[in-house]
């Protein structure tokens, strides 16, 4: 059997879709396995045959073409037959009975993710007073694409939010910056420096600041962030006002910076 992989792009009702495919197509092979278990001699045309059957009885079944269901019985079958292989082989250790399937690995590794993104916010809030970081508009970022490869839409929103979320609980003060020219422009001088996306390196040459491209941006973002919370009074999502506690300065140290750039920047 051949197994092609595509890299697919498409609208949301698209997705939708196709992940109701991928599951009814889960639901057949998983059917298919049953039906095999559950009578002695059956071949592969049986489960083709099988196929039928559930499209008659299923009517989400019916929905999902005669090639994609024919493919899940394939599928549970080549599975079987390495079964018989192995036993025949008489091959050591486990022989892959085969076994049902569960629905969603492409959602554990989300839900791995997002726990991921949880803990890593935690301990960013956490640890800093002030946390600032520029205000994606990842859709037109994703419309680049020369970007559109590298960028997680879903991660850096989940990873925002849960950031904000902290921000209030520990009442540290979050504030999103316009993610204009802070590439561009020198943290030491405020000159601008015209760079493309491949140069990594800001190298000023007006005052001779040599900083990696993220750094120099981090340091813009923190000036601004700075900036909007001392001298408007903004506290984007915190709860107290940072510039008054006990008249003490707070430590500003941290800027959270996606490590793509911006098509705008
Ligand atoms: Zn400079």
Known sequence: MLVLEAKLR?????YTLIDEAIRTALFCRNKALRYWMDNRGVDKYDLNKQMAVLAKEFE???QLNSQARQSSAERVWSGISRFF???KKKKSG?????KFKKRGHSERQLKKLQRKAVKTARCV?????????????VRNMVKNHKLAKSISDASWSMFRQWVEYFGKVFGKVTVAVPPHYTSQNCSNCGKQVLKTLSQRTHHCLHCGTVL???????????????????H?????????????????????NTVIRQQQETHTD
């Not at 990696?212 to 001392?230: F, K, P, T, Y």
């Not at 408007?232 to 500003?252: H, K, M, N, S």
């Open 232 to 252: 408007t009074q903004i506290y984007a999502c915190g709860e107290f006002d940072l510039c008054q506690v006990d008249g003490v300065r707070p430590q500003y």
């Open 212 to 230: 990696d491209r993220d750094h120099n941006a981090a340091l813009n973002i923190l000036a601004i962030g700075l900036n909007r919370v001392g």
């Open 10 to 14: 498409g609208k949301t009702e698209q």
């Open 85 to 87: 292989d192995n036993c």
């Open 125 to 137: 809030v956490r640890s800093n007073d002030l946390i600032a970081y520029e205000d994606l508009h």
């Open 60 to 62: 989400f079944a019916k």
């Open 94 to 98: 486990k022989k892959g009975y085969p």
